[in-house]
C-alpha cells in the first residue's frame, strides 16, 4: 500500500537555525498539507498546496515558514529561524482529490529546537 | 465549522465493542462526518466517513441518527493494539477548504 514519507524522523536543531522538514507523498496525489501537534495537544493545520502554489494557510504559518514542492516527488517544509515553540510533531498529508476529508499522512517528524 | 465534543477517555477489555459518541449539533447540511485514529508519534489515520445511517468498512461502522447531530463510532471486539487517540471531524468532503480541523479527541485504553 502506498505511504506518505517523511525525514528525518528526528530532527534537533538550535534557535534561530533554519530547517527543512521532507516530504514524499503518495505518488498520483496532488494536494498536499503540513500539519503539526505540540505534545500533548491537538493536531493544526499548517499550510495546504496544490499545483505550485499555497492553497490554503494557518495563522501559525507566518513569514517564518515556506513551502516547496522542488522536484515530482518531493514536499517540503521550511522554517527560516526557528524559535523554541516551533518544537512539534509535524505532519505531511496528502490527497488524490481536491478538499477532501480523506488525507494520508505521513508519520511526522519531530522537531526539536533547543 | 461545526463543532464537535467527545469524551475525553474511555476504558475497554479486548474483545469488547467499544461505541465512542461524538456530538455536533451544529452540523451543516453538506457537512460529513469523518473519524481517524493516532497511534502515539504516529499521523492520523483515516478510519471512515459517512453522510447519515450507517457506513461499515473492514475497520468500523459509524452510525448517524435522522438530524444527524451526533454519530458513534464503534469498533467490534478491540484488542491491545486499538489503544490509540480517536478523533471525529465534522466538515465538507469534496468542498473548497482543504484543512482538517482536529478536536481533542478520545483516548481509547484497551486493557487485556
Known amino acids: 500500500e502506498p505511504e506518505v514519507t517523511q525525514t528525518p524522523s528526528h530532527q534537533v536543531t538550535q534557535m534561530g537555525q533554519e530547517v527543512i522538514l521532507r516530504c514524499v507523498p503518495i505518488s498520483n496525489h496532488l494536494y498536499f498539507y503540513w500539519y503539526r501537534q505540540i505534545l500533548g495537544q491537538k493536531v493544526e493545520f499548517l499550510v495546504s498546496?496544490?499545483?505550485?502554489?499555497?492553497?490554503?494557510k494557518s495563522e501559525i504559518f507566518d513569514d517564518q515558514f515556506s513551502v516547496e514542492r522542488p522536484d515530482g516527488s518531493n514536499f517540503t517544509l521550511k522554517i527560516r529561524s526557528t524559535k523554541l515553540e516551533d518544537s512539534a510533531m509535524y505532519f505531511c498529508?496528502?490527497?488524490?482529490?481536491?478538499?477532501?476529508?480523506?488525507?494520508?499522512f505521513g508519520p511526522g517528524t519531530r522537531l526539536t529546537v533547543t | 465549522l461545526a463543532k464537535t465534543t467527545q469524551p475525553i477517555s474511555m476504558d475497554s477489555y479486548e474483545g469488547q465493542e467499544v461505541n465512542i459518541t461524538c456530538s455536533h449539533n451544529?452540523?451543516?447540511?453538506?457537512?460529513?462526518i469523518t473519524w481517524y485514529q493516532q497511534f502515539p508519534s504516529q499521523g492520523p489515520r483515516f478510519i471512515i466517513q459517512g453522510y447519515k445511517t450507517k457506513v461499515t468498512n473492514e475497520v468500523a461502522s459509524l452510525f448517524i441518527p435522522a438530524d444527524r447531530k451526533s454519530s458513534t463510532l464503534s469498533l467490534p471486539r478491540v484488542s491491545l493494539s486499538d489503544t490509540a487517540v480517536y478523533y471525529c471531524?465534522?466538515?465538507?468532503?469534496?468542498?473548497?477548504?482543504?484543512?482538517?480541523?482536529f478536536g481533542t479527541g478520545t483516548l481509547l485504553a484497551v486493557q487485556p
Open positions: 498529508a496528502s490527497t488524490v482529490r481536491r478538499g477532501t476529508n480523506e488525507q494520508y
Open positions: 451544529n452540523i451543516a447540511t453538506n457537512d460529513y
Open positions: 471531524l465534522v466538515g465538507e468532503d469534496g468542498g473548497a477548504t482543504n484543512k482538517l480541523i
Open positions: 498546496f496544490y499545483n505550485n502554489e499555497i492553497s490554503e
